[in-house]
């Protein structure tokens, strides 16, 4: 009986099946497949540098570390899933959370227009129109939000549009988190 010899490249493709295979298990096991990961947790915040948008209050470095927490919400006109969890943010705001806004490449006239037609729930709001404060920030796109703890430290950094399950089960637990640490 002779054994069959298989050529070294024919093992190739079926031990890299194999390891794909074990990369996708194991990615399907993660803790939070949704996360992205933030080297700003535990860190204070990076720096605010925004332009004003005509009639709106700004906000600077010292607004993150007034002693309240507060959320800094990235968004934009032109972002559908910022239009989606516009209302979340409005609950937010008639609860009193402190809510500022960044806008991202945005034109000062769309960004306006879309608070004026959706409400404004920012009690602060600013303009980042060349996108370098999102960079500082480690931003991938908008929405994106953050729970700073009343001293400026970074407590959760959630990219996408909040929901209520979000809400509920992530940015309300990292407040809760956010008050232990300035108490």
Same mark, same amino acid.
């Given at each position: 009986? @002779?054994k069959l010899k298989l050529p070294p490249l024919?093992? *190739?493709?079926?031990?890299?099946?194999?390891?794909?295979?074990?990369?996708?298990? *194991?990615?399907?096991?993660?803790?939070?497949?949704?996360? !992205?990961?933030?080297?700003?947790?535990?860190? %204070?915040?990076?720096?605010?540098? !925004?332009?004003?948008?005509?009639?709106?209050?700004?906000?600077?470095?010292?607004? !993150?570390?007034?002693?309240?927490?507060?959320?800094?919400?990235?968004?934009?006109?032109?972002?559908?899933?910022?239009?989606?969890?516009?209302?979340?943010?409005? $609950? !937010?705001?008639?609860?009193?959370?402190?809510?500022?806004?960044?806008?991202? $490449?945005?034109?000062?006239?769309?960004?306006?227009?879309?608070?004026?037609? %959706?409400?404004?729930?920012?009690?602060?709001?600013?303009?980042?129109? $060349?996108?370098?404060?999102?960079?500082?920030?480690? %931003?991938y796109g908008v929405p994106e939000t953050f729970? *700073?703890?009343?001293?400026?430290?970074?407590?959760?950094?959630?990219?996408?549009?909040? @929901?209520?399950?979000?809400?509920?089960?992530?940015?309300?637990?990292a407040m809760k988190e956010a008050r232990q640490?300035?108490?």
């Open positions: 009986m @002779t024919m093992i *190739i493709p079926p031990v890299a099946f194999i390891a794909l295979i074990s990369l996708f298990y *194991i990615g399907m096991y993660r803790d939070d497949p949704d996360a !992205l990961p933030s080297s700003r947790i535990g860190q %204070l915040a990076p720096p605010v540098v !925004l332009s004003t948008l005509p009639g709106k209050t700004a906000f600077d470095d010292a607004s !993150l570390r007034s002693g309240d927490v507060s959320l800094v919400n990235f968004w934009a006109s032109w972002c559908a899933p910022c239009r989606a969890e516009h209302p979340q943010l409005e $609950k !937010l705001a008639e609860e009193g959370v402190t809510i500022l806004g960044v806008n991202y $490449k945005d034109q000062p006239t769309k960004a306006l227009s879309f608070l004026d037609n %959706l409400g404004d729930p920012y009690r602060a709001v600013g303009s980042d129109e $060349k996108g370098r404060m999102a960079l500082d920030w480690g %931003l729970v *700073i703890a009343g001293n400026g430290t970074v407590v959760l950094r959630f990219a996408g549009p909040i @929901t209520e399950s979000v809400l509920e089960n992530k940015i309300r637990i640490m300035i108490n």
